[in-house]
């Protein structure tokens, strides 16, 4: 079986923009929160309504809310010094948990690290570990 190249007349996406997409007949701005997705089209490749479609995305992750549904309480992260939450590990509060899921041999799996037995920061720390340490694997 012989591949075809792929056609060059088709738009690229720009990986710059982060939340809009690179139309043929313009900018696109999409945001998505709980499955719903709020999304406005600015017309043309003008400097002007590239301008106007940031503005829009900025506005609009300004007033919806976070992406996290859990997000890790400030108190933890002021315990480990960290600004923000780290990519990747998700608090599951009802569980008492950290999860972290990844792929090993073709299979998703997921790891938990509990705070029933250990202060919530030192189950945080570990999780954020063995995701440092997963990707470092990965990576190599």
């Known amino acids: 079986m012989k591949s075809t190249p792929s056609n060059p007349r088709r738009a690229k996406a720009v990986t710059e923009f982060t939340n809009i997409r ?8 999409c945001v998505t929160r709980a ?17 106007r479609a940031l503005r829009f995305r900025d506005k ?10 859990n997000p890790v309480p400030r108190r933890v992260l002021q315990a480990l010094g960290l600004e923000r939450e780290v990519v990747g590990v998700f608090r599951t509060p009802k ?22 037995t250990r202060p919530e920061a030192e189950a945080y720390a570990a999780a954020i570990a063995f995701r440092e340490e997963l990707v ?5």
């Open 60 to 69: 609009a992750l300004r007033e919806l809310p976070t992406k996290r549904l």
């Open 95 to 116: 569980r008492l948990f950290y999860q972290v899921t990844f792929r090993d041999a073709g299979k998703m799996r997921m790891r938990t690290f509990t705070w029933r």
């Open 22 to 29: 690179v139309l043929p007949s313009g900018y696109q701005v």
């Open 35 to 51: 499955k719903i997705e709020f999304s406005r089209h600015f017309a043309g490749h003008t400097d002007a309504s590239l301008a």
């Open 136 to 140: 470092r694997k990965t990576l190599r």
